[in-house]
């Protein structure tokens, strides 16, 4: 629907026009409250209907038609990496290099809701760190600042935020001033948003008369904002040539890790998917397979039973790399497939979506009665030549906060990385008594010199 509100040719209003559209699509009760409203409601109102395509939201869930033909399928091969285990200086040394050539960009996805935690403020700004108390935002960008100081270079930062998180989000991290990022590494990008449908008659759930139901349109909805507001041209016009991408609920996430950044560059890949061995079956993650010899990311959703318990001759699961959400991009890679983002396949998920009723109440469901549309990230996963995928230690590099109690929830996560903490000081031979909370800062860390690490990196 892509009509703009002049009159037309034959004297019918734009407003007419967008009616007859709609009605064609059975949609046309999203004007019902038309008549009373102001000029400047009628305008967002009509604006939020001509950026959709209603026919689009209709039809059946895209992100499910995988043909999951068992004959194509194919455990990916894997590469392992630890913090560890970077001992192997020529990786190490390949990260920093490009780090300090000032060839690093980093994007965090922050645009999501955090219905599951319900929190007020967006998910960046809980507190997380067990000891310090610091925000998933500062645990992160510290972690840039920490590499930026260390290979004396600028890493730019890209935090990719959606309407429901960022004015927020911004007023939250100009009070803290981005936790010492140089302000020319600071960014900041809006997705766009898409409409819920009733999950029953599919017609479109309005918030109030003059505003539809919107919610952030996935976080694959960032990769044609990236391309949109001219910043993946920027950041490859100032010499970025990968994109270190994580999402914000993980605290954990090993980001600007040269060990990393040396895989990525050594195995000449332009996308570095990095995964955990999946623990059992049921496990909620998204997995990565192989179709036809290319790796992708299957949902749990759609992974059938039988495929997600298969066992290899040694008892392990045959398809066990979960997906963690942390990536590298390389820019040449995202701007070929640029004309593609658009066009990603919506998945549906059915939600609780407060809205209004056709007298105008709200109405606040118990039950999921709604379903929200999004665009997920590795859905261009197939669409990279060369594809690496690298095992993390989920100990060490994921512990995603989901949940307002037990699986992944802020006090179980808190206290992996309790854990991780005191291993990584066990492991050079300092002990902390039973009970005593550690955690590293990055701030005080290097990410190459051993001495340092020992003597400076416990707060
Ligand atoms: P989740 O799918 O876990 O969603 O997002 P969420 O919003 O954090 O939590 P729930 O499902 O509402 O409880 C994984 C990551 O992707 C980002 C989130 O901010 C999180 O870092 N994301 C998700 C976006 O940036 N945009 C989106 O539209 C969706």
New binding site residues.
């Given amino acids: 629907m892509t009509h703009t509100m002049n009159q037309t040719d034959f004297g019918q209003t734009a407003t007419d026009q967008l009616r007859n559209r709609l009605a064609a699509a059975g949609q046309e009760h999203t004007l019902q409250f038309w008549d009373q409203l102001e000029p400047g409601e009628r305008a967002q109102l009509t604006a939020q209907l001509e950026s959709i395509d209603v026919n689009r939201l209709n039809c059946q869930d895209e992100g499910s038609e995988l043909d999951l033909d068992e004959a194509t399928l194919t455990a990916p091969d894997q590469i392992k990496w630890s913090a560890d285990s970077s001992e192997d200086e020529s990786l190490v040394k390949l990260g920093e290099q490009m780090m300090s050539r000032g060839e690093l960009g980093v994007l965090i996805?922050?645009?999501?809701?955090?219905?599951?935690?319900g929190l007020s403020q967006p998910?960046?700004c809980l507190p997380i760190g067990p000891v310090t108390g610091a925000s998933l935002f500062q645990i992160l960008i510290e972690k840039v600042v920490a590499a930026s100081r260390e290979f004396d270079c600028e890493i730019p930062v890209v935090m990719?935020?959606?309407p429901a998180?960022h004015r927020e989000t911004i007023e939250y991290l100009d009070a803290e001033n981005w936790f010492g990022l140089p302000e020319s590494c600071r960014h900041t990008l809006c997705?766009k948003t898409l409409p819920a449908v009733d999950r029953k008659t599919g017609r479109l759930l309005m918030e109030s008369p003059s505003s539809l139901c919107l919610?952030?349109?996935?976080?694959g909805?960032?990769l044609s904002e990236l391309v949109d507001c001219g910043l993946l041209e920027k950041l490859t016009d100032a010499g970025v040539t990968t994109l270190f991408y994580c999402?914000?609920?993980?605290p954990m996430a090993p980001l600007c890790e040269p060990g990393v950044i040396g895989e990525h560059l050594r195995n000449e890949a332009e996308l570095t998917v990095l995964v955990t061995p999946r623990t059992s079956p049921e496990e909620k993650v998204g997995t990565v397979i192989c179709v036809d010899g290319v790796p992708q990311v299957i949902e749990y959703t759609i992974i059938p039973e039988e495929l997600a318990a298969r066992r290899d001759a040694e008892g392990r699961l045959e398809f066990r790399a979960a997906n963690t959400?942390i990536h590298l991009f390389d820019t040449a890679f995202l701007q070929r497939e640029a004309n593609h983002f658009s066009s990603l396949p919506l998945h549906q998920a059915n939600k609780k979506v407060p809205h209004i009723d056709e007298q105008g109440a709200t109405v606040i469901p118990d039950e999921p009665n709604a379903i929200k549309f999004?665009r997920f990230i590795f859905d261009v996963f197939p669409r990279s030549r060369k594809t690496l995928v690298l095992e993390i230690d989920p100990l060490t590099g994921f512990a995603?906060v989901?949940?307002a109690d037990g699986a992944n929830s802020p006090s179980e996560v808190q206290g992996q990385i309790l854990q991780a903490n005191r291993a990584w000081l066990a492991s050079r031979g300092l002990r902390v008594d039973e009970g005593v909370p550690v955690e590293t800062v990055p701030m005080l860390t290097s990410f190459t010199d051993p001495e340092i690490r020992l003597g400076r990196r416990v707060a």
Wanted: hydrophobic share 15%; with cysteine.
């Fill in positions: 996805a922050a645009g999501g809701q955090g219905t599951r935690l998910k960046g990719l935020c959606s998180t997705q919610s952030p349109n996935g976080h909805g960032h999402q914000v609920d993980n959400g999004e995603p989901k949940n």
